[in-house]
C-alpha cells in the first residue's frame, strides 16, 4: 500500500487537475498524468486508477466540495460487505477504495443493457444493512449504482450520514418496476444520455417543488 501512497503523491497529486463548476454537476478533470485512468467523475470528486494498482481506486474531492470526512466514516461502519466497497487509506482530500468492476445503472439504459431483478433486490439488501449499521441511504441514484455480473452494487455512499429523508432510492425502485421492466428495457439501442440527464433534471426538478409543497402545507398545518 504504501508503493501506491507514494506514486500519488509523486506522480498524481502534482500533475491532476480537477475542479468543481457547478455542485449539481459532475466535477471536471482538466489534467490527468500519464498512465492514470479516469473510471468516473461525480459532484464531488473524480475516481482514477492506476494500471499497476488496478484493484484500488482512488477518488479525490475537488477543492472546495466538503464530505471526505463523512464518507470515510460511512465506509469504517460498512466494513466489509459484498455489495459495498471499502475504504482502505485517506489522507485530507483523497480516499483509496476498493475497485468495483462493472458498469453504472445510468450507463446500462444508456447502453440498452438489461437490468435484471435480481439487481435491484442485492441493493435492497445492501441499503437494509446500511441502516442496520446506523446509516441512511441517500443520494441513491442510477450513477451512484452498478450491476456486475448480474449482481446489484452500491457504488456511492458518501451522504449516507445524511439524516434527512431521501426518497431517491424508492423512486428508483417505483421506475424501475413501472416503466423500466415493462417498456424501457425493450429498447436494444438504449437512450441518449442528453435524455437520461434531462429525465433526472425534470425529477430533481419536481422533487424539490414537491418538497416545498410539503413544508408548505406542514407550515400552514402548523399555523392553523
Ligand atoms: N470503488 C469504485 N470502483 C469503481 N468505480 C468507482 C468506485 N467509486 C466510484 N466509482 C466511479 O466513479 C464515479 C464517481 O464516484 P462517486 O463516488 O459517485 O463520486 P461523488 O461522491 O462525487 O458522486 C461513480 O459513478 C463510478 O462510476
Ligand atoms: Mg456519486
Redesign the pocket.
Known amino acids: 500500500m504504501q508503493d501506491f501512497i507514494d506514486l500519488i503523491h509523486r506522480d498524481l497529486l502534482p500533475n491532476l487537475q480537477v475542479e468543481s463548476i457547478h455542485p449539481h454537476n459532475p ?1 471536471v478533470v482538466h489534467q490527468l498524468p500519464k498512465q492514470w485512468q479516469l ?7 473524480a ?1 482514477v486508477s492506476h494500471p499497476a494498482y488496478s484493484h484500488r ?1 482512488v ?1 479525490i474531492y475537488a477543492p472546495g466540495r466538503p ?1 471526505l470526512q463523512e464518507e470515510v466514516e460511512v465506509y469504517r461502519r460498512l466494513g466489509q460487505h459484498p455489495a459495498f ?1 471499502e475504504g482502505l487509506y485517506t489522507e485530507s482530500e483523497f480516499l483509496i ?5 462493472g458498469i ?1 445503472l445510468y450507463d446500462c439504459v444508456h447502453r440498452g443493457i438489461k437490468i435484471p431483478p435480481q439487481v435491484i433486490e442485492d441493493i435492497d439488501q445492501a441499503l437494509n444493512y446500511a441502516s442496520s449499521v446506523g446509516l441512511y441511504p441517500h443520494d441513491v441514484h442510477g ?2 449504482l ?1 450491476m456486475s455480473e448480474g449482481r446489484g452494487l452500491v ?2 455512499v ?1 451522504d449516507f450520514l445524511k439524516q434527512d429523508p431521501c426518497t431517491a432510492w424508492n423512486d428508483l425502485k417505483r421506475a424501475y418496476y413501472a416503466l423500466y421492466r415493462p417498456i424501457l428495457c425493450r429498447f436494444p439501442f438504449g437512450f441518449p444520455y442528453q435524455l437520461l440527464d434531462l429525465t433526472r433534471f425534470t425529477y430533481r426538478f419536481y422533487r424539490r417543488v414537491w418538497k416545498q409543497a410539503q413544508w408548505q402545507s406542514i407550515s400552514i398545518d402548523h399555523k392553523a
Open positions: 466535477v473510471i468516473g467523475t461525480g459532484n464531488y470528486a475516481v481506486v477518488k464530505g466497497s477504495l476498493k475497485r468495483l468492476y453504472t450513477k451512484n452498478m457504488v456511492d458518501s
